[in-house]
């Protein structure tokens, strides 16, 4: 899987390059698109949607993957085929990129069967054995969201997050029809107080995956840029 803050990069550039017509007709073409059964973005949430909400809803949505192949996909049903073939050839320029940076690191040997993945053995230091291609990485090969005991960001920084996090029911619309089913969406959404209804969001947390806290990490760094650049420099 592709590193998702390029991921985002190459959406928002891709998205910036249309005219208002052509991103006019993006959206649209979006509201109805059911990208491989996944369902279609709600058009409430597209309707007043910029270049940079369309983008967080893409990746919230579909995922980072799957949202450069659906972005790809309606650039080409809107005949902006220029904008799709260079969109399909940075993503291709990147994979060869990571698949580089991957080899620097882990020396290319320890690379796992599965197409996309990576198997790597970090010792005992109790981190995740599968890391995804192009995971931004310190030099000692753990991906950036990973603290020293192998806890992920939002696990790590749990604390302040529930106090400091403002915007929550922003970063749960990003979380919706992915992360969030209706009853849980609505349960937050209950909540008064934004530290409140963070601590409803962690009380789902125990049954997430590892995809599912990249996905609140990804909409908490998009919402409180801020906050979290301060406490990732900690």
């Known amino acids: 899987m592709e590193n998702q803050s390029r991921i985002s990069d190459l959406l928002q550039s891709a998205l910036d390059d249309l005219l208002e017509e052509d991103f006019k007709r993006f959206k649209d ?6 990208f491989k059964g996944k369902g279609t973005i709600p058009r409430g949430r597209l309707e007043k949607a910029d270049r940079i909400d369309t983008k967080n809803n893409l990746i919230a949505f579909y995922g980072g993957d799957a949202a450069v192949d659906v972005t790809i996909e309606i650039l080409a049903k809107i005949n902006v085929r220029g904008s799709a073939a260079n969109l399909k050839k940075y993503r ?5 990129a990571q698949e580089q940076t991957l080899d620097r690191y882990c020396g290319g040997s320890q690379r796992g069967s ?3 993945s990576t198997a790597l053995n970090l010792g005992g ?3 995740p054995a599968a890391i995804r291609v192009g995971e931004d990485l310190h030099p000692n090969g753990k991906p950036l969201e990973l603290s020293a005991k ?6 790590q920084h749990r604390a302040d997050l529930i106090q400091r996090v ?3 029911d922003s970063i749960i619309d990003m979380l919706y029809g992915t992360v969030l089913d209706e009853e849980q969406y609505q349960s937050i959404r209950a909540e008064k107080t934004n530290p409140d209804k963070m601590r409803k969001l962690y009380e789902f947390m125990p049954s997430w995956n590892w995809y599912c806290k990249e996905q609140l990490y990804q909409a908490l760094k998009a919402k409180n840029k801020f906050l979290i650049e301060e406490l990732e420099s900690k």
Request: proline share 4%.
């Open 29 to 34: 073409k979006l509201s109805h698109s059911d």
């Open 150 to 155: 192998g806890e992920h960001f939002v696990n």
């Open 92 to 96: 291709e320029k990147g994979e060869q």
């Open 166 to 168: 403002c915007m929550v």
């Open 125 to 127: 230091g109790g981190f």
């Open 114 to 116: 599965s197409p996309g």
